[in-house]
């Protein structure tokens, strides 16, 4: 039986925690050290990933580099992987886990032939920075710490989750969602009722609703599980 909004948690998150570190940061490769590519790459970049944009801090080895600004979109993450696959060599590439922002495109450059990719955990590359007395936030210093980052520490090829895992992660944060919603709709029933001043049309109202979202949330977690 579904258990609605009764709940803290949805079991659908529970279920999402057991294997969301695959989606995330500090996710290890499954391939044996011995087919990690051992040749240096030739650019190395550093990604910082935002909602609507990518900075990015990139370098032919050691040398100078460049920083390019380019949409979170799926034409903008073409235009990065060209520029990323343009010339000979491999390309070594370092972003951090940022929820949602950096998934598809972490996926594009896993699948790309050529990209060596690497999601990083967001605390083990603060941990870097600070380290770097790098205490300047902005999404270029950021870029350019990520580039560090990927020149200078342990490389840690990132393994793409499974079809099933990304469906379950989406699911869950809708859930998620929704119980947030419908614990917003209980407040304002609770303080409707210690009031006369709210009309008889508003409490209905308010209950019909949270009724729809409790239905919605045992809609999705009935589709989690099927």
Request: charged letters at 25%; aromatic letters at 4%.
């Amino acid at each position: 039986s579904c258990r609605g909004t009764s709940g803290a948690k949805s079991p659908l998150s529970q279920g999402w925690q057991a294997i969301g570190h695959r989606v995330g940061s500090r996710v290890h490769s499954t391939q044996p050290e011995h087919l990690v590519a051992k040749t240096k790459p030739g650019t190395y970049a550093g990604i910082d990933v935002g909602s609507r944009e990518l900075v990015v801090c990139m370098a032919r080895g050691r040398g100078e580099s460049r920083t390019l600004t380019i949409p979170n979109t799926a034409e903008g993450h073409r235009t990065l992987l060209r520029a990323l696959t343009k010339g000979n060599g491999k390309s070594r590439v370092v972003l951090e886990a940022t929820g949602t922002y950096h998934l598809d495109l972490a996926l594009l450059l896993s699948a790309s032939k050529g990209i060596e990719l690497m999601v990083a955990n967001p605390f083990a590359t603060r941990r870097f920075a600070d380290a770097q007395m790098r205490r300047a936030k902005t999404d270029k210093v950021d870029a350019a710490m990520l580039l560090l980052f990927c020149q200078t520490m342990p490389f840690e090829p990132w393994t793409p989750p499974r079809a099933a895992a990304l469906e379950l992660r989406g699911l869950s944060r809708h859930v998620n969602d929704l119980i947030a919603h419908a614990t917003v709709i209980k407040n304002r029933i609770a303080a409707s009722q210690g009031t006369t001043t709210t009309s008889a049309f508003l409490r209905e109202d308010l209950a019909s609703e949270l009724t729809a979202i409790e239905a919605r949330i045992c809609k999705v977690e009935a589709e989690a599980l099927r």
